[in-house]
């Protein structure tokens, strides 16, 4: 038996009527799942859209900005790095994206303790550093800067 909705099929066998009379039970939640699945595609791919064209992502998917350095002060790359990491990152890992970033911030842990006593960002659960909705806007702002400096 074939089952049909959308751009979705379910193919349901079984030995007897019975096994396929009990398998079809399950289809509107097989259904429901397939749904949902499809709605966090879209949701991912609109996602994916927003991501400006100077982040790019690593091996273990932590932002690298591609960004010429004299666009951007130390404190303006790691409000970056955060807003496009998923879950915050350590202070380590920052650093490190800075590096990978070419960025050469020495200093980058007072930074982030200036940041810290400003607002701009606190700490998670996890321990990671993360944007409040106060560093959001400012991260935002920088975005909108620089994609308005790229397209010049």
């Not at 951007?72 to 650093?95: H, V």
């Not at 606190?122 to 920088?142: C, F, H, M, P, S």
Request: aromatic share 6%; no cysteine.
């Amino acid at each position: 038996m074939v089952y049909r909705k959308g751009s979705s099929e379910v193919e349901i066998t079984g030995d007897n009527v019975n096994d396929v009379k009990e398998m079809i039970k399950y289809i509107p939640e097989i259904y429901l799942e397939l749904e949902k699945t499809e709605n966090r595609l879209a949701e991912l791919k609109s996602t994916l859209s927003l991501i400006p064209g100077f982040v790019k992502y690593d091996e273990e998917g932590k932002p690298i900005l591609s960004v010429r350095e004299e666009f951007l002060t130390s404190r303006e790359a790691i409000i970056l790095i955060l807003k496009f990491a998923e879950n915050g990152l350590k202070s380590s890992e920052i650093g490190e994206q800075l590096s990978k970033s070419g960025i050469v911030s020495v200093g980058y842990p007072s930074r982030l303790s200036e940041m810290l006593r400003e607002g701009i960002v606190t700490r998670n659960e996890l321990g990671n550093y993360v944007l409040t909705e106060k560093g959001k806007i400012i991260a935002d702002e920088i975005t909108t800067r620089l994609e308005e400096v790229s397209l010049r």
